[in-house]
């Protein structure tokens, strides 16, 4: 089976713009989550989708919105971009099988950087 | 809200010891626990896992516990080789009735190995 891809990889942006991200989960897998990586903060979780609703939100401001479409595939969007949106941006998927303990996947990741 | 503190954040051993890395998390309904690896350009990815249910599991070098009473869990690596260098990454997760998935990673602990 093919890995977790994320386009695109590198993205360079100015302040105020805005970005859409693209996570396209493992085949079969429902449940897509998005975190924030930057340096000494490590994973910060911003939100996880199933079957193309949000059922989890962490605490970033609504600048930071996604969507899940029925395939599965997700999309990440952050408005009005300041300089402390620069990080890498990882997506992950899981099976999500009721009763069982599911790993998440990670895709590679796309790596913002905000000017 | 929920936290997952982790330490150290920077570990050094000679290779050959053992390296020891330690997280705390605050959410008492937390039942899984897995432990991530990244290597340096890498995406994140399981090495083990562990459920509120079980206190000790061991996969060849490495190692988990879980003291749910104290809300502490470990990794254990034992016999410690160069390319265990990565940055590693725990994390706590509720899974109930409805399984969804809401990981909170801790702030990860960037283990070197010197030969």
């Known amino acids: 089976k093919a890995g977790v891809t994320q386009t695109p990889r590198y993205l360079i942006k100015t302040r105020g713009q805005q970005v859409t991200l693209s996570c396209s989960p493992i085949s079969g897998h429902r449940s897509v989550s998005w975190y924030q990586q930057t340096p000494g903060q490590g994973l910060q979780f911003l939100f996880e989708?199933?079957?193309?609703?949000?059922?989890n939100k962490g605490n970033f401001p609504g600048r930071f919105s996604g969507r899940q479409f029925s395939n599965s595939r997700s999309e990440m969007n952050v408005s009005t971009l300041e300089l402390g949106d620069s990080a890498l941006y990882l997506c992950?998927?899981?099976?999500?099988?009721?009763?069982?303990?599911?790993?998440?996947?990670f895709g590679p990741g796309t790596r913002l950087t905000v000017l | 809200g929920e936290n997952v503190e982790q330490h150290p954040s920077t570990l050094s051993v000679q290779e050959g010891d053992s390296a020891v890395i330690k997280c705390t998390y605050s959410d008492s309904a937390s039942n899984y626990f897995p432990w991530y690896k990244q290597e340096l350009g890498k995406r994140p990815q399981l090495i083990i896992d562990?459920?509120?249910?079980?206190g000790e599991k061991k996969d060849q070098r490495i190692a988990v516990t879980l003291n749910k009473t104290a809300k502490h869990f470990s990794l254990h690596i034992t016999e410690t080789q160069p390319e265990d260098s990565a940055v590693y990454f725990c994390?706590?997760?509720?899974?109930?009735?409805?399984?969804?998935?809401?990981?909170?990673f801790g702030p990860g602990t960037s283990l070197s190995v010197i030969p």
């Open positions: 989708y199933f079957s193309e609703t949000q059922r």
């Open positions: 992950a998927s899981s099976l999500l099988r009721q009763g069982t303990y599911n790993e998440q996947f």
């Open positions: 562990i459920r509120s249910n079980v």
């Open positions: 994390a706590a997760s509720i899974r109930g009735k409805t399984s969804y998935d809401k990981v909170i």
